[in-house]
């Protein structure tokens, strides 16, 4: 990739202790330009700094929170201490930050490391602010914007299904096409985030809903879903390539399939079972069918997966996971990876019958995991995918974060707020990163013409 180069004017102050400014103004470089597409790399470069001189760098942008009830849209800020080289240059790629909201060489570090300043909601912004302060005086400041879509795009909502399609705008030739299967969305993560991404690269994208875990007498937001983790139809996935395929600008032979977590389950068991499946990518995925799970579901009766109205074989918990889920509800942390290793433990003959079989799929795959997910055991599940597909002589894009846990969705450039904390965090938004090139070049490779 060409990356663009541009100058960016700066302020600055005239006089500071010790030193006068010179003609040559502080300011900022942004190689990667005004405009950067969520998920690129950012290239960044304060320059004509005073050499050896201890410089603040700051970054401000709003942002809303998925997670947060209400979804806000807050301001975010961090800011951190660098040390400018014999040249008067900083570059947030290599050099270090020795204090402030992160430390060490870290080009995602002023981005992942924000923490909102205040609790009243603003208005959406796309712009990222930078600053640079010596002594507490602005020196140089500069923005850019951070864009999640291309400028337009076409959308198409299909109750029937149900589901969401964003394609880009209408015009010759067809496109490859990537299913997600995820839940209602209810949060808009997938429909405001992931699938303007995608379609930023050139894909069409069908958002297909396949649960909506209600507990207690709450009402589902999208008719006629599974509202327990129970029994979960796979086959109905083929109602979504039917109305696929009555498209003009679809091509029916580059359809790829995206799941994260029970759904990346969910996506590898529906490669090994439809022929139209091109590629299939399962960000922190499980490589058996495990029981059931959601309001009144009795332990150790249900399956999460069904195929043509018959359940499919499973892993039982162990008695522990009411222990574990019992934590979420008092808003702790809770491991359900423990109750779910002891249920593999304890029934190696039901780990087998309910294995994915992914060595029947001779498609393209990507699997991903994190050695230290807490939700179960990613990391050792995507190298047990990839060895059952070594061993039938097929190749899998296998990536294994060694120090990362569930939460490896996203770009690494948003903050990283839930649970996570210090190298953890630090480590979580890396494997953000990593993943999302990853997916982006599998994709690209898999689904081209």
Known sequence: MILKRIFISAMYAATFVGWTT??????????SGEVVTAGDPILINALDLPPDTDVELRAERVLKNYYQRGFPVLRYQSSALFRSDGNGRIDLTTSPATSGSYQGADPLGLFRSMQPVNQEPVEADKRITLTALIDGTVVASTSFEMRHAPLAFHIEEVASLPGSYFAPQPGPGKHPVIIIAGGADTN???REVLMPQLVAKGYSVFHFATYEIIYGPGEPSVEGLPTRYVDIPID??????????RRADVDPDRMGLYGYSRNGAYVLLAATRFDWVKAVA???PSDVVWEGWGDGVRLGTTSSYSWNGQPLEYVPYSENWYRETGKFARGLRGRLRTPMDEG???NPDRVEAARIPIEDYTGSVLVVGGELDDLWSAGHMVQNIAERRAEAGLATSLLVLPEAGHGITGTGYNPTLLFEEGARRRAEAHGQAQTWGATLEFFKEALSP
């Open 22 to 31: 010179s003609a040559s103004a502080q300011r900022f470089e942004l190689q």
């Open 188 to 190: 808009r993560q997938n």
């Open 236 to 245: 109905r996935l083929q109602d979504v390539r039917d109305w696929l395929t």
């Open 282 to 284: 399962g960000i922190s």
């Open 344 to 346: 593999r433990w304890a």
